[in-house]
């Protein structure tokens, strides 16, 4: 099983976790531009680092995540930069509601344009990685395919799922449910999205126990996940790898 990490803040010191790392592994990195992207990328010499893969971030204002509600001249930048290249890219679906919900009025006459604008891109692009919501109510889920919060049907994407049990333990029931449902659909592209191992955006995210991070990791284990990715590489510490180091 493979276990990776999101990087949110890749500054020097989150980087520099990598050190603990000994076992394969790949890096989901947040970076403002194409450009700062690929500076990032060429200065990480981790041996055991198999794929970056590029996460754009937006400004606050901007919406810092990717729905119908970014702020459109932002959503035009980033997939100007982005579309013609083969770099793998994790697109992160997430409504503005935290960093702006202002978006959801002086956006909304961009509402499906901006739709239009997603979804060309995600058709196109070789290979995209989506974090998406963790879904538990089965009427959401067309609602969020309708907000572009969700692409688990199509071909070149990979679903992740954040489900974040620090933040909301949905339980041993509903976790193994929700797994055994997106195995069977969606196979090996389907990646679960664990943590949290340090707070994000927000700021306020409760950090994950190892108890419930074993708990969680045996779950991805039993249902045999190709991949587990971890938010985020920055709190990586000596307890948390000599755990991550038993599912190898």
């Given at each position: 099983?493979?276990?990776?990490?999101?990087?949110?803040f890749?500054?020097?010191r989150n980087?520099?976790?990598?050190?603990?790392?000994?076992?394969?592994?790949?890096?989901?990195?947040?970076?403002?531009?194409?450009?700062e992207f690929?500076?990032?990328?060429?200065?990480?010499?981790?041996?055991h680092?198999?794929?970056i893969?590029y996460?754009p971030?937006?400004k606050k204002?901007e919406?810092?995540?990717?729905?119908?509600?970014?702020?459109?001249?932002?959503l035009?930048?980033?997939?100007?930069?982005i579309?013609?290249?083969?770099?793998?890219?994790?697109?992160?679906?997430?409504?503005?509601?935290?960093?702006?919900?202002?978006l959801?009025i002086?956006q909304?006459?961009?509402?499906?344009?901006n739709?239009?604008l997603?979804?060309?891109f995600?058709?196109?692009?070789?290979k995209?990685?989506?974090a998406?919501?963790?879904?538990?109510?089965?009427?959401l889920?067309?609602?969020?395919?309708?907000?572009?919060?969700?692409?688990?049907?199509?071909?070149?994407?990979?679903?992740?799922i954040m489900?974040?049990s620090?933040?909301?333990?949905?339980?041993?029931y509903i976790?193994n449910?929700?797994?055994?449902?997106?195995k069977?659909e969606?196979?090996?592209k389907?990646i679960?999205?664990?943590?949290?191992?340090?707070?994000?955006?927000?700021?306020?995210?409760?950090t994950i126990s190892?108890?419930l991070?074993?708990?969680?990791?045996?779950?991805?284990k039993?249902?045999r996940?190709?991949?587990?990715?971890?938010?985020?590489?920055?709190?990586?510490n000596?307890?948390?790898?000599k755990?991550l180091e038993?599912?190898?």
């Amino acid at each position: 099983m493979l276990i990776s990490f999101y990087e949110e803040f890749p500054t020097k010191r989150n980087l520099e976790k990598l050190k603990l790392i000994k076992f394969p592994t790949k890096l989901y990195l947040g970076a403002h531009s194409l450009d700062e992207f690929k500076k990032l990328k060429k200065s990480i010499k981790s041996k055991h680092v198999k794929e970056i893969a590029y996460w754009p971030l937006l400004k606050k204002k901007e919406g810092y995540w990717f729905s119908p509600f970014t702020q459109r001249k932002a959503l035009k930048r980033t997939i100007g930069e982005i579309e013609h290249t083969k770099i793998p890219i994790m697109w992160d679906a997430e409504l503005p509601t935290h960093p702006n919900p202002l978006l959801y009025i002086t956006q909304l006459p961009f509402f499906f344009s901006n739709k239009k604008l997603i979804n060309n891109f995600i058709k196109k692009h070789k290979k995209v990685y989506v974090a998406e919501y963790f879904f538990v109510n089965k009427p959401l889920e067309s609602l969020y395919k309708f907000l572009n919060l969700s692409f688990k049907d199509r071909k070149n994407t990979h679903p992740m799922i954040m489900a974040y049990s620090s933040m909301h333990d949905f339980g041993e029931y509903i976790m193994n449910r929700e797994l055994t449902k997106c195995k069977e659909e969606y196979g090996n592209k389907f990646i679960i999205a664990y943590g949290v191992l340090a707070t994000g955006a927000q700021g306020t995210e409760k950090t994950i126990s190892i108890k419930l991070l074993k708990r969680d990791l045996d779950l991805a284990k039993k249902h045999r996940l190709r991949e587990v990715v971890l938010f985020r590489l920055g709190g990586l510490n000596k307890k948390y790898t000599k755990l991550l180091e038993k599912y190898q």
